[in-house]
């Protein structure tokens, strides 16, 4: 190895340790590959935290049977639905708290973070209410079989009782990384899962005095682990442990805030509520070819998410330093970052879908063992696969409008490219002409490209840079 070689090493490898040792920097100043190297990191591990989550779920439950993995697959659909309230919290929330670091403005900043947990907490109770009273309407709203719903309802009734953990934890991890703390943001996730992990296979098979739950032990296990990724979360707070130390003469609500917040979160909630309702009008279409296909799709998103997550990560980092670098009044150095995040994106995400299209079938063979369910599972994982290079820059490009405050163009792109074209063009291919599976699977890609190509026209024109927050 050369000299430069390895000097560029060790360079790499202590901002590496910098990095997810969660040292307070300065994003607004200094070298912006090592800014957007700073904050992905704890970003990307973080999502793949997320997305292991997902797939440690699907690996025991799939021993199960289909209908425990398709039960699984409607619930988080209904779910993601409703959560787009607490997604568009969340946008809220980096975006002003990334924007009152960026302006030295750390009260604004802990005023905004108490805010924000207490909205988080009044919506998670109403979910609460919603899911515990019709667990099995639910389902059955979703096209689910009626051996499914009995076999499969437990698990949507404690989701969403326990919704308050999951959606307090990515709200928190939200203000996080607004305020530049990203690696605090990941070792949670890291709490979390790892928790998870161990109690996946206690809960739904049974260990010694706790008995075999099933389908249910999966939810019950979730519950458990974010709950205590949260409690984390909230003693990591009050000790200042990163830019932000709450007191509790903090712990009060300030309606002018409160109401600040809530007007940037409804582009937000608006964005997320017609992307996820477009899931969910996908996956009612795929229950209509049966469980295997539904599975083989609900495997196939699973281990997409283990991808799309990373990509993510780089996203955020992108709204992150979007938002400080306009706190800091540096427009030009935001658009910059934009950019070189969405280069490093596309990069990654080419990568990962000659992955899939090579071994698509092998992957899939990890989480069943039907024949349908790999087929199906594979040529969803190909067919998607071929449009990653759009996406890494879609995602890019509309995070970083959110980073800035600007939650209503993305809002609009999302309109046009999910309602009036993906939803369509899939019922349309899938059983207007007899396309099948591979009918949705195409419009999710053409969708995605759609998404790509008007979020990178409007960027250009900027005017993001003169949301104020």
Known sequence: MSTKSTLTFRILYKHLKTSLRGETKDFTTGSLRKAIFMLSIPMILEMLMESIFALVDIIFVASLGVNAVATIGLTEAVVTLVYAVAIGLSMAATA???RRIGAKDLQGAKLATVQVIVLGIFVSLIITTLGLSYPKEILSLMGAEPELIAEGYGYTKILFAGNGTIMLLFLINAIFRGAGNASIAMWMLIVSNGLNIILDPIFIFGFGPIPAYGVEGAAIATTIGRGTAVLAQLSLLFLGVGKIKLLFSDLKIQLTVMWNLIKISLGGIGQFIIGTSSWVFLVRIMSEFGSEVLAGYTIALRVMMFTFMPAWGMSNAAATLVGQNLGAKKPDRAEQSVWLTGKYNAI?????????????????SWFSADAAVIKNGALCLQVIASGYVFYAYGMVVIQSFNGAGDTKTPTYINFVCFWLFQIPLAY???????FGPIGVFLAIVLAE????VIGIVQFRKGKWKTVEV
């Open 348 to 364: 990654f995400m080419v990568i990962v879908s000659l992955f899939y299209l090579f071994f698509a079938k092998l992957i899939l």
């Open 96 to 98: 002003v708290v990334a």
């Open 449 to 452: 490209v759609l998404i790509a």
């Open 428 to 434: 349309a291919l899938a059983l207007g002409l007899d």
